[in-house]
């Protein structure tokens, strides 16, 4: 018996989808098999499906039923709804398989959802997937295949199976499931402003799809864009990109925007306190940076202005003994380096190291070609099919082809120039974290600094390092490496007051309120070691000696049997975490955390005394109540990183709690309209929806009271095959890689610029 209603395929109204492998799906899909796990044809929602804030209900839907979810995004961060089938999923027909669900937004505004798999072992992987405003269609999750099991150096890749369903993109987790017992599946939506409605059907199984084998082969053009994809940015010729320019030059106004201070502080506005800097104020009840002639000022603006992320792997390598040797440069780690080309003595050792890759693109410059300047070498790469191996810059190309070469790189001058031109039509008010030094010293708007300390000093983990292992503050290596960074720093500040503050390091992995275990996982698993191989442990074991005397009042504490004090400094493993030992684990945290902040404000100072230390920008999946706590004792600014569709008030009523100036370093919204693989981390429709949410997401951080700002990242698109250091491949830029603007996202810049202050001063939470 077959079903006969209707569904949704690419948003619109498709033939009828049938219930056996024979349905028009599967038909569509030719070679292809699918198999429907729930079709919601029962009188009521199945017993496999629950919800987490989100009600769910059955509705009438093209002919038939399908699953309601109200989600309850206004008062929470998080709304799911779950299928738990009976018994695990079966995924091993097939050497490719995945599941599929139809999903349908019958709301005016875009939905992001998360689909997360989780296996019977707890492995969890996760993919996204945008459901535009009144539209949807079928989409699916590959969890057996090549595309899962080979490294390619993109976070996502281009869709490889031919069928009327849209590939969800590939966010985090584990990248091989057992594919035979897929447990559950869970649609998420997160940190949405306002209550949605997302509808669901038919959940089923594919295999074997057909596929295009060869759909990694000759995807980037020669200006670095999408072979088969046309949209309103794409550069057609060199002709067509100077045109471009000369275009855009002849909108792009001169003057600041009326009301502005000479710092881009708010002049019609209340004048305080001039010190000659920047400063912060509380208000009334807003806190405020404030520039050096007193007027208050609100940071909005772009970071990552600079060329060092703008590289993508060629799949070319230098065999040992030719490949270029790493410069002593101890104050910068290898993907903030800018691009530096390998010597032609080098040449004949170069050779191809992944095949794959080589093959992406249509065409790469000889080296004694006049773009061949574009190429660079990296030694240390995070994630990625290669070690080490060349890359190239599209962007830095385009610029060149775009502006001609006079000498000494004079591309560069021009890009400066034109970036500073931007700026100030745009609105911004401010450069933000990552500017290429280089615009130091004519910033024609304020600045934030930057600068990351690296070296040779112990460490300790949290265990989940994602970036990398946590410094030991109380190594006095570090103390001696910040004091490098610093003054590297200074010097190129030159203690101008254009520079508002500095920020050191970025988005370390300080734990995670998730588990006890994440909390903690610092002190948790540095008790594990000696004393006499980490200085922290050695710092925690005298202040718990200094507590309890004896250790046999700390075994009653913590419900612990540790033979001696000796026993402990040599290390001891912590399990069933009572609350007393929750209190001390918070405890030594504060230590540890308060150290590290403690030094490299002291470093800071120490050179840059006028200027506002903004901290290391936590990300919102790295940060614990007790770093927080901690770090507010030292910094001038509090800093994150909020990659959400809004910064949601039930996440950030967490600002009240230290009562202290914040800034968001970095936030953005993406779209695969302009002919990218992955949208980002924030998924939109198209550059219309990017420009809707931008909008959004400003409005909340200029309603809050406690931020002083907000950075989008970053200026320029990632590059289409993946950035170098991590394959990042994300359409977050204000410009794309041929240096295009996406004329939609500046509009919306220019409106919230232009209303900036006014808004601000006249706004409230619950605006």
Known sequence: MTNTRRGVIGGVLAAPLLTQPMSAFAQAAASGTARFLQTFDEPDVPGSMSGVNARLSLTPWKG?????????????????????????????????AGLILDMFNPGDESIQVSVNLSDVHGRVATRSALIPARGGGSYYYEVAGPDVSIDTGLRDTPQDWRIPATKMTWMWGERKLDRKTIAELTVVTTSMPRDRRLLIDNIRVISDPPRNEAYLSGIIDPFGQAVNRDFAEKVTSEVDLQQRAVTELDTLRNSFLPGRSKWQGWKDGPRLKATGYFRTEKVGRKWWLVDPDGYL?????????????????????FRPGTSPARENNDTTPSDSLAPKRASDVNLAGRFVTSE????????????????????????????????????????????????????????????????????????FTSYGNWLDPSFYAEPKIPYFANGWIIGPFKTVSSGDDYWGRLPDPFDPVFADRARVTARQIATEVMGSPWCVGVFIDNEKSWGRPESIEQQFGIVINTMKRSDKDSPTKAVWSKILRSKFGAIEKLNVAWGTDIKSWGALQSGVTLTDHNMRKQADYAVLMDVYVSEYFKVVKASLKEVLPNHLYMGARFATWGMTPEVRKAAAKYVDVMSYNEYREVPHKASWQILAEVDKPSIIGEFHMGAVDAGTFHPGLVFSADQKDRARQYKQYMDAVIANDFWVGAHWFQYTDSPLTGRTYDGENYNVGFVTNADIPYQPLVDAAREINRSLYTKRIGATDGD
Not at 299 to 316: K, V
């Open 64 to 96: 038939g039923t399908a699953l309601q979810i109200d989600l309850e995004g206004a008062d929470h961060v998080y709304a799911s709804a779950r299928y738990k089938p009976s018994s695990p999923i079966d995924l091993s027909q097939g050497q490719v």
């Open 297 to 317: 000022f609100f940071a909005t603006g772009i970071a990552n202005i600079r060329l060092a992320n703008t590289t993508t792997l060629t799949g070319y390598d």
């Open 356 to 427: 794959l890759r080589s093959k992406m693109f249509t065409w790469l410059p000889r080296y004694d070609d006049p773009l061949g300047d574009h190429y660079s070498y990296v030694h240390e790469l995070h994630s990625g099919p290669q070690k080490s191996g060349e890359a190239f810059s599209f962007y830095s190309a385009n610029l060149e082809r775009k502006y001609g070469d006079k000498g000494n790189a004079s591309y560069l001058d021009d890009w400066r120039a034109v970036t500073k031109a931007r700026m100030v039509d745009w609105g």
